[in-house]
């Protein structure tokens, strides 16, 4: 397990290479120019189909972790995320293929795939940390949630769609625990720096503790498939 002492001089040595490359959500560029752009829906299904390899038609990725499910989350946020991975501004070496110009398309095919995955029900049986509601894991998650991420992330979860905060209600606990582990541990390189700032004095067992919380929390049912058997119509 990192010492406290060596997860600081990553989160440093990151912070300092990323401030020489990338400042966080600066805006101009490829993700300024596709959030101006009106999407195109049926373009958008078109691109998608390169990207349901990994995540599935639905958008639900895997319970395990392995891939976020994508579906519902903030069209604004998922044009960052590939126009920062496109840039080499954050580290995706098996998306990075997939997310090129040459495999999906331009800024407009970005505004068009991200408008189609919003759009998509979100799995509502999503993968759940393993202590629930009743456990003191869970309150020890539930302050832990409070007393930081509340501000970025709302009461719930629900991020805030016009900063770009992404949404982490419906969230896979394993896929998340990983990122915060990789944000806050310096690996992350187009994290957001409050962010990093904020949890940088966060133990494993807080980090579990906290995701584990998250991961409990509800989404808007009419955001929701009707039940886990759901399939995309638009790939049968």
């Known amino acids: 397990m990192k010492t406290f ?10 912070t300092l290479l990323a401030g020489t490359a ?31 390899a990994c995540h599935l038609p639905e958008g639900w990725g895997l319970p395990d972790g392995t ?16 126009s ?25 095919a970005l505004a068009d795939v991200v408008a189609y995955i919003e759009k998509l029900p979100m799995n509502p049986e999503w ?25 970025c992330h ?18 896979h606990y394993k896929y998340m625990l990983r990122q915060f582990e990789w944000i806050r541990d310096g690996k992350r390189r187009n994290a957001n720096p409050d962010m990093v700032e904020q949890i940088k004095g966060f133990s494993d067992k807080d980090m579990q503790a906290v995701i584990n919380y998250v991961s ?5 049912k009419d955001q929701l498939a009707e039940s886990a058997d759901w399939q995309n119509p638009d790939f049968e």
């Not at 891939?67 to 590939?82: C, E, N, S, W």
């Not at 920062?84 to 407009?108: C, E, H, S, V």
């Not at 409990?216 to 808007?220: D, E, K, R």
């Open 154 to 171: 709302g009461e719930t979860g629900m991020g805030d769609k016009e900063k770009l905060f992404p949404r982490i209600n419906g969230q």
């Open 84 to 108: 920062d991975i496109r840039a080499q501004n954050r580290d995706n070496p098996t998306m990075y293929p997939f997310a090129l110009p040459k495999a999906i398309g331009d800024a407009q």
């Open 67 to 82: 891939f976020p499910q994508l579906a519902g989350q903030y069209r604004g946020v998922l044009i960052k995320q590939l």
């Open 22 to 52: 990338y400042a966080w959500n600066e805006g101009g560029g490829e993700q300024e120019k596709a959030l101006g752009l009106t999407p195109d829906l049926e373009n958008g299904m078109d691109v998608y189909e390169v990207c349901s």
């Open 216 to 220: 409990w929390q509800p989404v808007p």
């Open 5 to 14: 002492a060596n997860r600081a001089a990553v989160v440093a040595a990151a």
């Open 127 to 151: 993968g759940k940390g393993p202590w629930g509601p009743d456990t003191p894991e869970y309150a020890q998650g539930e302050k832990l949630y409070k007393d930081n991420c509340v501000k």
